[in-house]
């Protein structure tokens, strides 16, 4: 597979550097937890080896006159330093979009979000460990849906825009109120705070079962039912009457793609209490419709086409960067936040094969710090247990416990971790990497590109 210099950026992955400040950036980290601690050499060799199995992960992000573009990166990814979860320098990390570190028998993937989405990153992610433990332990791999073996040739779609497909196809997005957010005492900027939940797989999925819904469906519908509750004390609250749930979709299931780079939406899962509060059975039976509506492929295309035929208007594909980006950036600050009170996260159950499972012991997914939002909520379900990772930029965790005693009313008893397991990392200073690009003019033809 030849490899172009440079390529587009996705339709989805357009807001994230035109957003990015020293204090803000959408990153988020995965992590797995072995049997043993970390070689770091051995670490370092795997990642070597796994990249060029991920072509699309060796692109970094670069200015152009009329957009960002990903250009092709020439120099090895290393090993960094284990550090906490905020915005890194791009260039000072060898023009990588991601870190990746070790600390004890724990591995992290920090990721910005304009390189990948969740599914794309574990899939990287369990694809290095299982090289890792290929070379430390000699353990037998069998590559399949997580797993990628490094010795193949890339395939050619994996590296594809999957918004390509939706340009020139009629879209229109929904006309959506603000939302109420949960309040707190913001932290100082690169504060983080956390807290860790951990579930038996069965009993939340028999429970689920109990009450005809998913495992996602469930854990939404109580996250909203304990917002409701948090709302009630709010003097407030009647300014703004709708609480709402950012749920993300992978796309690629539902329109048979093999893309690893960005290919997702969202769908809002919402609670008008401007005519009273709902019982948690009410709300369930709301987030289950609701979800089930706004999935509908015919839905998901109409608000993918809308956002994709604004990047491919003429008009503003002829407006420089320098104006774009700032006026991107406005949009974001005063909006983008501004429809949904909370982002939850399911990247689902990942399994593995017998010779990689007997050496992972965890998996998590969590998210950074939001914009406007008081938080997140990220979960990933391995090895019989479902674990929830909240984070958040607020001191109180008021919504947090809350959500834990709601789940115990409902015979669902989880472990709770502060910090979570994610965000315990031993800190250190990593050495500034330069980017190595492909020689070239100048003024290269793609800094052209609209």
């Not at 992610?125 to 069998?142: D, I, N, R």
């Not at 008009?315 to 983008?336: D, T, W």
Request: hydrophobic share 40%.
């Amino acid at each position: 597979m030849t490899l172009p210099e440079w390529t587009r950026l996705e339709n989805s992955a357009i807001i994230y550097p035109s957003c990015k400040t020293r204090k803000y950036a959408a990153v988020y980290r995965m992590s797995v937890t072995l049997d043993c601690n970390v070689d770091e050499a051995t670490l370092d060799a795997s990642v070597k080896s796994v990249i060029k199995r991920f072509p699309s992960f060796r692109y970094t992000l670069r200015r152009g006159i009329f957009w960002w573009f990903l250009n092709r990166l020439e120099n090895d990814p290393a090993v960094c330093s284990s550090a906490d979860l905020k915005p890194f320098d791009i260039k000072a990390n060898g023009g990588y979009m991601f870190k990746l570190s070790c600390t004890g028998a724990r591995i992290d993937l920090d990721v910005f979000h304009a390189l990948t989405d969740g599914t794309g990153a574990m899939t990287f992610l369990l694809s290095v460990v299982a090289e890792y433990l290929k070379l430390s332990a000699g353990a037998k791999v069998q590559y399949g849906k997580w797993l990628f073996n490094p010795e193949e040739e890339p395939v050619e779609q994996e590296m594809e825009d999957g918004f390509d497909s939706f340009s020139g196809t009629k879209g229109s997005l929904d006309q959506e109120t603000p939302a109420w957010h949960i309040k707190g005492r913001d932290e100082k900027a690169g504060v983080l705070n956390s807290m860790g939940v951990s579930i038996e797989l069965d009993q939340v999925r028999a429970k689920a079962r109990e009450l005809d819904c998913t495992l996602t469906e469930l854990m939404s519908a109580v996250m909203l039912y304990s917002m409701q509750e948090l709302r009630s004390k709010d003097a407030s609250r009647r300014k703004k009457s709708s609480i709402r749930m950012e749920l993300p979709v992978n796309l690629r299931p539902i329109f048979g793609s093999s893309t690893l780079r960005n290919f997702s939406s969202y769908v809002y899962l919402g609670l008008d209490l401007s005519n009273g509060d709902y019982s948690l059975e009410d709300v369930l039976s709301e987030v289950k419709y609701q979800k089930r509506l706004f999935m509908q492929p015919a839905r998901l295309t109409r608000r993918i086409a809308a956002n994709v035929s604004l990047e491919d208007n003429l008009a503003i594909r002829c407006i420089p960067l320098f104006i774009k980006r700032p006026v991107i950036n406005i949009i974001n600050h005063m909006k983008g936040d501004k429809y949904a009170t909370y982002t939850f996260s399911n990247l689902g159950n990942i399994e593995l094969p017998e010779g990689v499972r007997e050496h992972v012991k965890d998996i998590h997914f969590i998210l950074g710090r939001t914009r406007k939002r008081s938080g997140s909520c990220a979960c990933v379900s391995y090895g019989g247990k479902l674990n929830l990772d909240f984070s958040r930029k607020i001191a109180e965790d008021d919504f947090e416990r809350i959500f834990v005693r709601n789940l115990r009313s409902l015979g669902i008893w989880a472990t709770v971790l502060v910090p979570s397991v994610p965000l315990t990392p031993a800190r250190g200073y990593d050495k500034r990497m330069r980017p190595v690009y492909r020689g070239g003019s100048l003024i290269p033809k793609f800094l052209l590109t609209f």
